[in-house]
């Protein structure tokens, strides 16, 4: 880089830029193939533990592969074909909620006249697509075997990657007593530290979604399952997931019973997200993870924009592990440099 110092400041900054501007329009064109290669490998660094405890047991690592693949795939099928029973329901209830809604807006019309806004329901409901639904159930419909396959193909290696993940680990313990020590184990570290937050966040999510599941079937709302596994699924979005994963049981509470129980549930989804988030997570994490709520949030918009909501997901480990990687080349680089001067 002795080529690059010497050039305006500025100029540098521009072109680190645009650099960067083509990677990420890059990382963002091959986002369907870099998804299934990151979940993959967030997969492994999670499962590795449970198949070397496998392996201890003297059973074959490629036999306990397969094994914990065979039960992850079962439980995506069992999980789509819930689902898919319950579109028929989901595309009636789109079609019920424009005259479930004018019933329900009447209240808040009359409210509204009291302030002096006149709305009659008529023209609120210009502003809900009721047709949203019936479109987004059968497009889940059509995409269910590409679905399958992207899980196929994701499966397939993750296979590969257990069986050679010790492989790495040796590469990268014998880097990191080499030249440049400080980059590999931070992300020996960044890598455990990524480990205990997904499966906390996993086991959060799992515990979520059956509290959700239970709640619903005792009140009676239909799709209880479904807003149990939306629950799991935003849990991993960072400082908005379980609030997004709230407003469908929410609405649909509004719709089949009153306003009184829909804000009990909203409230009960705001105390489920401070016990999760706020008391459980950082029991079981500790501060692992140094990053504020305003550094996850713009983690979370950054790679949801880049990757989609894969990335929305891995948006934290992602930007983690990137954070230790830096420091420690950062730090590496001063650390040079002062050994140069002083020499």
């Known amino acids: 880089m002795s080529w690059f110092t010497p050039w305006p400041q500025l100029s540098r900054v521009l072109i680190l830029l645009a650099c960067l501007t083509l990677i990420l329009f890059g990382l963002h064109l091959s986002s369907h193939l870099i998804n299934q290669v990151l ?5 492994s660094i999670m499962l590795d533990p449970l198949v070397s405890w496998f392996e201890h047991k003297r059973i074959p690592r490629i036999l306990s ?13 069992v999980t789509i074909i ?3 029973v319950l579109t028929p329901d989901l595309i009636l209830l789109s079609r019920q909620t424009p005259l479930l809604l004018t019933a329900r807006l009447q209240e808040v019309t009359q409210a509204l ?3 002096g806004i006149a709305l009659a329901p008529d023209e609120m409901l210009a502003f809900v697509d009721a047709g949203a639904i019936v479109r987004w159930a059968t497009a889940f419909l059509t995409q269910i075997p590409g679905v399958l396959s992207w899980w196929v193909m994701v499966f397939l290696m993750l296979l590969f990657m257990l069986y050679e993940l010790p492989l790495l680990k040796n590469a990268l313990h014998k880097r990191a007593q080499g030249d440049s020590p400080a980059i590999y184990l931070a992300l020996q570290e960044g890598i455990q530290s990524v480990i205990v937050y997904a499966r906390v966040k996993t086991l959060t999510g799992i515990f979520g979604g059956l509290i959700v599941w239970g709640g619903a079937q005792l009140l009676g709302l239909k799709f209880a399952f479904f807003w149990g596994v939306l629950m799991f ?3 991993y979005v960072p400082v908005l997931g379980s609030f997004m994963a709230a407003i469908p049981p929410v609405v649909q509470s509004y719709l089949a019973f009153d306003l009184e129980i829909a804000l009990v549930i909203a409230g009960f989804f705001v105390v489920l997200n401070l016990t999760l988030s706020s008391v459980l997570e ?3 994490v500790g501060k692992r993870l140094d990053m504020s709520l305003t550094s996850q949030l713009l983690a979370f918009l950054f790679w949801q924009a880049v990757l989609g909501i894969t990335g929305a997901i891995l948006a934290i480990p992602l930007t983690y592990l990137i954070k230790k990687v830096l420091l420690a080349s950062f730090r590496q680089q001063q650390d040079s440099a002062l050994s140069n001067s002083g020499q």
């Not at 979940?39 to 997969?43: D, F, I, Q, R, T």
């Not at 592969?65 to 099928?77: D, E, F, K, M």
């Open 39 to 43: 979940l993959a490998m967030l997969l």
């Open 113 to 115: 006249d009291h302030i």
């Open 282 to 284: 950082p029991l079981m």
């Open 65 to 77: 592969s397969l094994l914990i693949i065979s039960v992850l795939l079962l439980i995506i099928v």
């Open 82 to 84: 819930k689902l898919t």
């Open 233 to 235: 699924v935003f849990n």
